[in-house]
């Protein structure tokens, strides 16, 4: 029986350990990636927006899947829970994202190419 409860604590260091590495990498790459600034990310851009912006929603919404994933133990739950959560939410917030940047990007073109009153 204390066999058995020395593995739990240990699966479930290793556990953690791994949660911490991978959402560590992903944030380094992140805080590299905003320090150096690649040109070629810069440059380009997709959908009216620079490669890079691109690169760190995309790296954001992983970061929150995954802390749902593993904080909220989702991988023992039933596939109909997990989908309900977790896509829910990735999708929700992609959408957001999506309308955040579009309607940005339209005020942005407004305020470029100036303000035009209509009289009546």
Same mark, same amino acid.
């Given at each position: 029986?204390?066999?058995?409860?020395?593995?739990? *604590? %240990?699966s479930a260091i290793k556990r953690i350990w791994n949660v911490f590495i991978i959402l560590s990498i992903v944030t380094i790459v992140e805080v590299v990636l905003g320090i150096i600034k690649p040109a070629f990310l810069? *440059? %380009?851009?997709?959908?009216?927006?620079?490669?890079?912006?691109w690169i760190f929603i995309v790296l954001t919404i992983y970061k929150a899947y995954y802390i749902t994933w593993a904080f909220m133990h989702m991988e023992h739950e039933t596939k109909g829970l997990r989908r309900a959560v977790v896509w829910t939410a990735v999708f929700l917030v992609s959408y957001l994202v999506f309308i955040l940047l579009t309607e940005g990007d339209y005020i942005y073109e407004v305020y470029k190419s100036g303000h035009v009153a209509w009289n009546f």
């Open positions: 029986m204390a066999h058995s409860a020395s593995h739990n *604590d %240990n810069i *440059d %380009n851009t997709f959908i009216y927006m620079k490669l890079l912006n």
